[in-house]
């Protein structure tokens, strides 16, 4: 069981190229979430899916979207990068909604320049 | 607003025990989690709390009190690999999770 993945590992992108940001669980969680985490900042919620077929925007929504099309995939899109988008950006999934655990992919490490 | 207040970096003796605090001001509660970050790591679960009191867990304790909007964990006979950040969130009332910046805890052989 791979739990929750995400790819690619890290990225350097040139600014005002769109980018798309894979996550993957195979858990049969209905939950998951995007975050961006920063120095200082601790995470941030970007935009979350309490269930297939619905999204929500979190606290910093500008710049980003997603698509829940079936319950195991939940890629983020950047449509015009920016350099303040430079992060490491990690998915979530959890069984239901924020109470229960919240269970993390690895990460991924975005640069743009 | 809402926040939660976590001290930002603490250090501590291999063997030792350490309370780490946490403080919240939230639009309702919960639940209330702590979770480990490692460096260049996803943040893993450690403990869950919604009443108040104590919960353990092996080295790990959690502590709740939701009139005073104080917790802590407490971490027991500290070992090299308990140097990580470690994350306070609070649920609020329209099921957000709520995140603190995190405590780096740095430990001394």
């Known amino acids: 069981i791979a739990g929750i993945t995400q790819a690619p590992t890290s990225q350097i992108l040139a600014a005002g190229r769109r980018m798309t940001l894979r996550c993957t669980q195979d858990?049969?969680?209905?939950?998951m979430y995007w975050y961006r985490q920063d120095l200082g900042l601790g995470l941030r919620l970007i935009h979350y899916?309490?269930?297939?077929?619905?999204?929500g925007k979190g606290e910093v929504p500008d710049g980003y979207s997603v698509s829940r099309a079936n319950t195991d995939d939940f890629p983020l899109t950047l449509a015009s990068a920016v350099p303040s988008q430079t992060s490491v950006y990690f998915c979530?999934?959890?069984?239901?909604?924020?109470?229960?655990?919240?269970?993390f992919g690895p990460g991924t490490r975005l640069t743009v320049l | 607003g809402q926040n939660i207040d976590q001290p930002t970096e603490m250090t501590a003796t291999e063997g030792a025990i350490v309370q780490i605090n946490c403080t919240y001001q939230?639009?309702?509660?919960?639940?209330l989690f702590w979770y480990q970050q490692h460096a260049g790591e996803a943040p893993t679960f450690l403990s869950y709390n919604v009443l108040d009191g104590l919960e353990e867990k092996g080295r790990f304790s959690s502590f709740l009190s939701r009139s005073k909007g104080y917790s802590y964990l407490l971490l027991k006979e500290l070992q090299m690999k308990d140097s990580a950040s470690y994350l306070c969130?609070?649920?609020?009332?329209?099921?957000?999770?709520?995140w603190g910046a995190g405590t780096k805890l740095i430990i001394k052989p």
């Open positions: 899916s309490n269930t297939a077929g619905t999204t």
């Open positions: 979530a999934s959890s069984d239901s909604d924020s109470t229960d655990t919240q269970y």
């Open positions: 858990m049969r969680h209905n939950a």
């Open positions: 969130a609070v649920t609020d009332s329209n099921y957000q999770l709520i």
């Open positions: 939230t639009s309702g509660f919960n639940g």
